[in-house]
């Protein structure tokens, strides 16, 4: 082989070499565009808890007092019926004590519930509006208070 021919083939290796590079840049998928990191108002994530909090903190206060009430007015009833000499009025007065006791812990529990169950439900529309990816921020449910 002349030194030519040598040249023109290191040429056509080059071409080819340099062809290939290109092809499989074309080839390459091009990098996803930066997402901008979400924006968070922190100091309104801050009140939304305080009020949320708050309100829950007021429902178990309620809660409470309602309980202590009933029990003190069962205690009294039933005081009352046991001084009761008739056995048929002690029987509807121990059955009255222990009623109203009754309808009053289920009303309690109803309000500490529809309570409980408000606060988160303005909490979560207070987050959506502390920014985007608020709500990623803690992801806690609301069950969590469900014991109360």
Known sequence: ????????????????????????????????????KPKINLVCLQNAVERRDNSIIASVDGYHATVK???????DGLKTAFGAADKTQRQAAIRNAWNTYKATQRKAKTALRDGRNAAWKKFTADRKSCGSGAEAEDKTPSGVDAEL
Do not use: N, V
Not at 20 to 29: D, I, K, R, S
Not at 69 to 75: I, V, W
């Open 1 to 36: 082989m002349t030194k030519r021919s040598l040249r023109f083939l290191g040429l056509l290796g080059a071409m080819a070499m340099l062809a290939a590079g290109t092809l499989a840049y074309a080839q390459t998928p091009p990098a996803a565009p930066q997402t901008p």
């Open 69 to 75: 009430t009933s029990l003190e007015t069962r205690r």
